[in-house]
């Protein structure tokens, strides 16, 4: 494991870090990936106060194994739910119960996209809550993820103090969000940067289509044997080859990625690849331009929908009919949304453009204009004729 200092506090992080928003369902089997990740040299913890039970998961798992102090451990304040001064000690004493410790060395402003969303928790007193807490111990270093416009991160970077900060950045959205421009004045402060969804929700892994596939799989010829070369290596290399990064967050869910993704973070450093891998992505980037019409990464910020739609699977389904085919954008947009099953049916078509979902997606997704992309392409005008008979062949 390769690691990178702190400027601010000189921690020593290891470069890849363990995102635990999507903990696999069997409990023991995420204590054995978590175990796992901690003896191979993984001490950067990431999870968050709204990830379903993956606080509780987690701190029953570093209590029961003695691993709390082995590792550095960083979670969010969802500030949406601060109305007031003392909503800041409640939220954060129920973290502290949930991870079975006394301190966080990473805590969070959680999912903030502006100045005036910071100037509101100034308002309420936070950068006072926050110096008490950092005298007493029970918060390491203070910092915010960021979801916004780049205008918004420079903003907000210049507002205050911050010991460090949490960007999306990939080398699909090297100009989204906060972007190149951010992570470079964020390194000029002297702030460490922690990456989040660097494999874009699992598209840069598993979800390549066909022709970028075939770009990586003729780059990895050329790679030394036990390399480990896999689309998603590629695509941690690109963000380790920046000297800017701190930490690459990476959500684990099975032995094989976490071997896949500790065997690329051995040789993860500045400046490792070489000119003729790094002309690799420009055609890689073009080929994934012209599937993924919808930049959906499935973190389910935008559920649940008050009229039942299962709004990343209808957007995964119709990414999939241009990645994979027609074929398999109908079958995956047909069984992930229950259309076989008139009495469960959580299509786009059920979307009353309401915008309830829209307010919390992190990547500014108009959702209800691309869920009528969703039904024009998915719902063509045979589509429910067709369910019928199938309904009626079934029945």
């Given at each position: 494991m390769?690691?990178?200092?702190?400027?601010?506090?000189?921690?020593?992080?290891?470069?890849?870090?363990?995102?635990?928003?999507r903990f696999p369902f069997d409990k023991e089997k995420t204590e054995r990936l978590i175990i796992s990740a901690v003896e191979a040299g993984i001490n950067y913890f990431d999870t968050a106060y709204i990830y379903g039970n993956s606080e509780e998961t987690l701190g029953v798992i570093l209590h029961k194994n003695n691993l709390r102090d082995k590792i550095f451990l960083a979670t969010k304040l969802p500030h949406q739910k601060c109305k007031n001064y003392d909503d800041f000690d409640r939220l954060f004493l129920k973290q502290l119960e949930r991870l079975k410790t006394t301190y966080i060395d990473y805590y969070l402003i959680h999912n903030i996209s502006d100045l005036a969303s910071w100037e509101r928790l100034c308002n309420l007193g936070i950068m006072s809550w926050v110096a008490k807490k950092k005298e007493h111990g029970q918060i390491g270093c203070i910092g915010f993820s960021f979801h916004g416009?780049?205008?918004?991160?420079m903003s907000l970077i210049e507002a205050y103090e911050w010991d460090f900060c949490q960007?999306?950045?990939?080398?699909?959205?090297?100009?989204?969000?906060?972007?190149r421009a951010g992570l470079c004045k964020a390194y000029e402060k002297g702030l460490p940067v922690i990456i989040m969804e660097p494999l874009l929700g699992g598209k840069l892994a598993g979800g390549l289509p066909p022709q970028a596939a075939r770009l990586f799989k003729k780059a990895d010829m050329d790679c030394p044997p036990g390399t480990g070369c896999t689309a998603a290596s590629w695509a941690l290399?690109?963000?380790?080859?920046?000297?800017e990064v701190s930490v690459v967050l990476s959500g684990m869910n099975h032995a094989e990625q976490l071997a896949d993704n500790i065997k690329s973070a051995e040789n993860a450093r500045p400046g490792m690849l070489s000119a003729k891998e790094a002309g690799l992505f420009a055609p890689v980037i073009a080929a994934l331009r012209e599937v993924y019409k919808i930049p959906c990464t499935g973190c389910n910020y935008c559920m649940p929908c008050p009229h039942g739609v299962n709004i990343p699977d209808c957007f995964a389904a119709y990414n999939t009919s241009?990645?994979?085919?027609l074929i398999a954008g109908f079958t995956q947009y047909i069984t992930s949304t229950g259309a076989n099953h008139p009495e469960k049916q959580h299509r786009s078509r059920n979307c009353r453009s309401c915008g309830a979902c829209e307010k919390n997606c992190p990547q500014n997704i108009e959702i209800s204009k691309s869920l009528q992309m969703v039904k024009k392409r998915m719902e063509p005008f045979w589509f429910n004729a067709a369910l019928k008979l199938v309904h009626k062949f079934m029945s």
């Open positions: 390769q690691y990178r200092i702190d400027p601010k506090s000189g921690n020593k992080l290891s470069v890849l870090g363990f995102g635990c928003m416009a780049q205008n918004g991160f960007i999306q950045y990939n080398y699909m959205g090297e100009n989204y969000q906060a972007g290399k690109w963000l380790w080859d920046q000297p241009f990645a994979m085919g």
